[in-house]
């Protein structure tokens, strides 16, 4: 397999990881519930009944078989994990730092294309201003006047722009070469289990197994 189709492997076998514990942290799915009716000690001549009221979850996965696939899956995760460092390792550029570094390129080029699109501004706020004066008879009267809201960008926007630019350039350029790397690299990794479909089903599948 591709290293591509080796992430979404590992991303999968994580998941189901996280789906069994998820599973197993809920008491009523590893719990049995039974209520005893004790009728023979209030009357005389009726019989006593056990009732089952558990609560379990519809897939209703036996527990210990559960464990066990967990177990299954975990090494699984972990052969899987070192193939994956191993066709890494024969890359002749370092994917993780790649995409590291054009996440936060990616990230930053947002807050760069705002900047590029702000301009300066002025708003004429009509009779907003309030102001005081003392009048002939010596009272102080109040007067309203215009004020300009005028708001001006500190920043030349052409090099805002500029660097826009080349900051979607390089991103692109990587990405492209990300992209070709996970599906021109291959990964020493044949999968034990299929991993396609809801993580209950795949689990069904493997319980039967």
């Not at 070192?82 to 993780?96: E, H, Q, R, T, V």
């Not at 926007?157 to 992209?179: C, F, G, P, Q, Y």
């Given at each position: 397999?591709?290293?591509?189709?080796?992430?979404?492997?590992?991303?999968?076998?994580?998941?189901?990881?996280?789906?069994?514990?998820?599973?197993?942290?809920?008491?009523?799915?590893?719990?049995t519930?039974?209520?005893?009716?004790?009728?023979?000690?209030?009357?005389?001549?009726?019989?006593?009944?056990?009732?089952?009221?558990?609560?379990?979850?519809?897939?209703?996965?036996?527990?210990?078989?559960?464990i066990?696939?967990?177990?299954?899956?975990?090494?699984?995760?972990?052969?899987?994990?070192?193939?994956?460092?191993?066709?890494?390792?024969?890359?002749?550029?370092?994917?993780?730092?790649?995409?590291?570094?054009?996440?936060?390129?990616?990230?930053?080029?947002?807050?760069?294309?705002?900047?590029?699109?702000?301009?300066?501004?002025?708003?004429?706020?009509?009779?907003?201003?309030?102001?005081?004066?003392?009048?002939?008879?010596?009272?102080?009267?109040?007067?309203?006047?215009?004020?300009?809201?005028?708001?001006?960008?500190?920043?030349?926007?052409?090099?805002?722009?500029?660097?826009?630019?080349?900051?979607?350039?390089?991103?692109?350029?990587?990405?492209?070469?990300?992209?070709?790397a996970?599906?021109?690299?291959?990964?020493?990794?044949?999968?034990?289990?299929?991993?396609?479909?809801e993580?209950?089903?795949?689990?069904?599948?493997?319980?039967?197994?």
């Amino acid at each position: 397999m591709n290293l591509k189709e080796a992430f979404q492997a590992q991303n999968k076998i994580i998941e189901l990881l996280d789906y069994i514990s998820g599973y197993l942290s809920v008491e009523d799915n590893v719990m049995t519930v039974t209520e005893k009716h004790l009728r023979s000690k209030a009357l005389a001549g009726q019989q006593d009944d056990s009732v089952d009221v558990s609560c379990k979850s519809e897939e209703m996965f036996e527990v210990g078989k559960l464990i066990d696939i967990w177990q299954q899956l975990m090494n699984e995760k972990e052969q899987l994990g070192l193939a994956i460092g191993k066709a890494k390792a024969g890359m002749s550029f370092n994917l993780d730092a790649a995409v590291d570094a054009n996440k936060s390129r990616r990230a930053f080029l947002m807050t760069m294309q705002r900047l590029a699109n702000r301009k300066s501004s002025h708003e004429l706020q009509k009779g907003e201003g309030r102001g005081y004066v003392f009048n002939n008879d010596g009272n102080q009267t109040t007067y309203f006047y215009d004020i300009d809201r005028i708001k001006t960008i500190d920043y030349d926007r052409n090099k805002v722009r500029a660097m826009v630019k080349e900051l979607t350039r390089v991103s692109d350029e990587v990405s492209i070469k990300i992209d070709e790397a996970l599906l021109h690299t291959q990964v020493d990794y044949e999968p034990k289990f299929v991993l396609a479909g809801e993580e209950s089903f795949i689990i069904e599948e493997l319980m039967e197994k």
